[in-house]
């Protein structure tokens, strides 16, 4: 059964340093999508990616995040300058389509901790 | 800002007995889907609904959709150890593009055998 994926499952990171957490989509899906965690509270929207371009983004995706699908299967989220408060789960998802939401998938997390 | 409540936020009953928890709203969803998520893990989504009123059934769980698509239930017949585990809810927006969703903070599930 086709699944995303993610990489790596645990990143440590120094504070300012910068990250780039990857992903693998459903082959055949259109839609792209990061979400994240902290640690005991609810999965949050980052941002959403359709046809090489941000489609939707939430108020946590400031200047310090952007987005790219560098190749035709990768995805990837980039944090330029992280913070204590970037600690948390970053999941990816795909969808094969935006209408009425879409079944979104979800890959297993990386786990982000900034020290 | 749309918000989804979840209700409880905890339970825990015996193996075989019946539960239902619920997810709702004062915003309108495009579709509401329902993921169980382990701890560590990514969110493994169980069921989409998309038209008010709908009822969809996976072996022993149920889930309904609200006339209004405002709210949704997940009841759970004759429980089982491993349906034990952390439930969401999560709501699409008005469609027609790439819509994050929306989550609930979840019900925590345990079965004790």
């Known amino acids: 059964e086709p699944e995303v994926t993610q990489t790596p499952s645990h990143q440590v990171t120094q504070m300012g340093q910068e990250v780039i957490l990857r992903c693998v989509p459903i082959s055949n899906h259109l839609y792209f999508y990061w979400y994240r965690q902290i640690l005991g509270q609810k999965v949050e929207f980052l941002v959403s990616f359709y046809n090489n371009e941000i489609s939707e983004k939430s108020e946590i995706f400031d200047d310090q995040f952007s987005v790219e699908r560098p190749d035709g299967s990768n995805f990837t989220l980039k944090i330029r300058s992280t913070k204590l408060e970037d600690s948390a789960m970053y999941f990816c998802?795909?969808?094969?389509?935006?209408?009425?939401?879409?079944?979104?998938?979800f890959g297993p997390g990386t786990r982000l901790t900034v020290l | 800002t749309q918000l989804l409540e979840q209700s409880p936020q905890f339970l825990s009953i015996q193996e075989g007995e019946n539960l239902t928890v619920y997810c709702n709203s004062s915003s309108v969803f495009s579709s509401l889907q329902w993921y169980r998520q382990e701890p560590g893990e990514g969110p493994v989504l169980l069921v989409t609904?998309?038209?008010?009123?709908e009822v969809k059934k996976l072996k022993r769980l149920t889930f309904q959709f609200g006339d209004a698509r405002k709210d949704s239930s997940l009841h759970i017949t004759a429980a089982q150890p491993g349906d034990t585990g952390l439930y969401l809810c999560?709501?699409?927006?008005?469609?027609?593009?790439?819509?994050?969703?929306?989550f609930g903070k979840g019900t925590h599930l345990i079965i004790q055998p």
């Open positions: 999560a709501g699409g927006g008005s469609g027609g593009g790439a819509d994050g969703l929306t």
């Open positions: 998802a795909s969808s094969g389509f935006g209408l009425a939401g879409g079944e979104q998938f």
């Open positions: 609904v998309v038209t008010g009123g």
